[in-house]
């Protein structure tokens, strides 16, 4: 599971570092593609496979399904860590997030999210909203005990 938030430098060569203690999670490989919100989605291979099964069970004769496919599929990039913990994320990738010079790596669960620091400040602003939160979880079920 990947957890927390961690800021870090975007590098000259478009780099950005994936936290060590998250590392594990990407032995096999990582898929980086664009998120619903500006910013990028960071996947184990795996968790990208599993997805991609899915979304292949959606039909094709739906436009809003073949956006999906465009979102997901047409933006995603196959990649590696190096042995610093660092991806190279593809110039159209760090266009679509808007990335200057710093970056924050959230981890989301299954996948991380990697955001411009000036517009992760903006979803904090929304996230930390005590009221939407308050709207926001009023229908789930969150107990942790019987």
Same mark, same amino acid.
């Given at each position: ?8 430098? #975007? ?23 664009? %998120?619903?919100?500006?910013? #990028? ?32 599929? %047409? %933006? ?35 996948? #991380? ?10 979803? #904090? ?22």
């Amino acid at each position: 599971m990947f957890l927390g938030e961690y800021s870090h430098s #975007l590098d000259e060569k478009g780099r950005v570092t994936i936290p060590a203690k998250l590392r594990a999670g990407f032995a096999n490989g990582l898929v980086i593609t664009r %998120g619903f919100e500006p910013c #990028l989605v960071v996947y184990p291979v795996e968790t990208f496979r599993a997805l991609e099964q899915k979304a292949h069970s959606l039909s094709l004769t739906d436009p809003s399904n073949r956006s999906i496919f465009r979102l997901l599929f %047409g %933006g995603a990039s196959d990649a590696a860590l190096d042995s610093l913990g660092r991806v190279v994320v593809p110039e159209y990738l760090r266009t679509y997030a808007g990335f200057q010079s710093q970056v924050v790596v959230v981890g989301a669960g299954q996948y #991380l999210e990697v955001w411009d620091v000036e517009k992760w400040n903006a979803q #904090l602003a929304q996230l930390n909203d005590s009221e939407a939160n308050a709207r926001r979880f009023a229908s789930l079920d969150l107990a942790t005990g019987p």
